[in-house]
């Protein structure tokens, strides 16, 4: 996920860039409004799934770069900032903010502010036929390597037409590495992304929760677990290329 960081304080900056590239995403980092709204759309399309906006810019107030923004395309926008005052924070949320976060803050939930807009986002949003296309690919792949076929509107999943008993959390972290097999996924974005929590003190309970799905599902080799990364569905080379 592509994100574009308006910040002005180089260190906060720097710190901040760093946690967000260990959790999986792409940061571009913008010191000014003008330079983020030059960045925004360059050729008429959104570059960024999610926009980190702080209110204190040396060249203009992050409020008018937020309703720029919003003038502009509909990327949703957090507002990351020390302004603490409720009436900044309504005032942020009603002209355009999706959210307002105040600093310091506890980077998890930020992590998860930032996958929560973007869900949000992306389910208002029609779905291109190449996006689905590519999810029934996936979904093929899986059933003709395994048997294995996740329903998404009843949240089941069964292998060889066989129910399959998962808890809610054993299906989304299932459901979540289905999305790409054979594409490693971190641990951190895993936890992130089904936990909606950060790392710490989460690490037990996804391995406890992977453990679980090998056995129930009963489909020796189909959870790998690549070392110091984090998780992947392997699937036969010979099926991906065909």
């Known amino acids: 996920m592509r994100l ?3 910040e002005d304080d180089e260190h906060v900056a720097a710190a901040l860039m760093a946690v967000l590239g260990k959790h999986g995403f792409e940061v571009r980092h913008a010191r000014s409004g003008n330079e983020a709204l030059d960045a925004l759309v360059p050729d008429g399309r959104p570059q960024f799934r999610v926009v980190l906006l702080d209110l204190g810019l040396p060249d203009r107030d992050g409020f008018d770069v937020c309703d720029q923004i919003r003038r502009r395309c509909g990327i949703p926008v957090i507002m990351v900032t020390a302004r603490a005052e409720v009436r900044d924070r ?19 939930e930020l ?6 807009v973007a869900r949000r986002d992306a389910a208002a949003r029609p779905v291109p036929a190449q996006a689905q296309a590519a999810g029934d690919d996936a979904q093929g792949l899986l059933d003709r390597a395994f048997g294995l076929v996740l329903d998404q509107a009843s949240r089941r999943a069964t292998v060889h037409g066989e129910d399959v ?3 809610r959390k054993e299906y989304e972290l299932l459901a979540l590495l289905a999305q790409s097999p054979g594409v490693v996924f971190r641990r951190e974005q895993i936890i992130s992304e089904v936990w909606r929590s950060s790392w710490d003190g989460t690490a037990r309970s996804l391995e406890v929760h992977v453990a679980s799905l090998r056995r129930k599902i009963g489909l020796p080799g189909l959870i790998e677990t690549v070392r110091g990364i984090g998780y992947k569905l392997a699937v036969p080379d010979h099926l991906v290329r065909d």
């Not at 949320?93 to 998890?108: F, R, S």
């Not at 992590?111 to 929560?116: F, M, S």
């Open 4 to 6: 574009l960081l308006v």
């Open 111 to 116: 992590l998860a502010r930032i996958h929560a």
């Open 165 to 167: 008993a998962l808890t």
């Open 90 to 108: 309504i005032h942020g949320l009603n002209i355009g903010a999706d959210d307002y976060i105040v600093k310091p803050y506890d980077m998890g």
